[in-house]
């Protein structure tokens, strides 16, 4: 079997037409709302997180900071739009952090539904590349920041590689 080798750019987003994956623009003048087509109207729990989530929704992915991205991909919302984002900054720098630690963005990235990555066998090799070199550069670090990113990113890069062997044996 022969792996789709489709590489994507910061303007593209990967779309599963008929199970192959495609590239489709992405508007980033436009709110997951608006490009996914559902309006969850407000918020049936008073929490800060689902607070957040349905805020999040609404507002265009140009104004998306890395704790909009932790957040959101952590919930599993929106990933076919919010992780090539997320890998955007990444790709600048692995340790973007959110408000948690140095890291926090990559270890959520790596922790998405591993549904998502058999998906999206592009966007896995990218983010494999990403956490490689992240776990690489972790004596960088100053001692603190070193501590917490490496049990994270550990524990998410394990989880990583768990889905990384479901597809390429086929599974999710």
Same mark, same amino acid.
């Given at each position: ?9 910061? &303007?593209?987003? =990967? ?5 192959? @994956?495609?590239?489709? =623009? ?8 608006? +490009?996914? $087509?559902?309006? *969850? ?27 909009? /991205?932790?957040?959101? @991909?952590?919930?599993?919302? $929106?990933?076919?739009?919010? @992780?090539?984002?997320? +890998?955007?900054? /990444?790709?600048?720098? =692995? !340790?973007? %952090? ?6 926090? #963005? /990559? ?5 998405? &539904?591993?549904?998502? *990555?058999?998906?999206? =066998? ?8 990403? %956490? ?20 994270? #990113? ?11 062997? !479901?597809?390429?044996? $086929?599974?999710?």
């Amino acid at each position: 079997m022969r792996e789709n080798l489709c590489l994507f750019t910061d &303007d593209f987003v =990967p779309l599963i037409l008929l199970g192959r @994956i495609v590239a489709m =623009p992405l508007d980033r003048n436009k709110s997951l709302q608006q +490009l996914e $087509g559902q309006d *969850w109207g407000e918020p049936a729990y008073d929490s800060h997180l689902v607070t957040e989530c349905h805020r999040s929704r609404r507002i265009p992915l140009s104004e998306f900071t890395a704790e909009n /991205l932790r957040i959101m @991909i952590g919930q599993q919302i $929106g990933l076919p739009h919010l @992780i090539p984002l997320a +890998l955007e900054l /990444l790709r600048g720098d =692995p !340790f973007t %952090a959110g408000d948690f630690y140095a890291g926090d #963005l /990559l270890a959520t990235v790596l922790r998405a &539904d591993s549904r998502f *990555w058999v998906a999206s =066998p592009a966007l896995r090799a990218e983010a494999a590349q990403i %956490a490689q070199r992240a776990l690489s550069l972790l004596p960088s670090l100053d001692e603190t920041d070193r501590k917490a990113a490496q049990d994270s #990113l550990t524990d998410a890069h394990d989880i990583f590689q768990r889905a990384e062997y !479901f597809a390429q044996h $086929g599974r999710a």
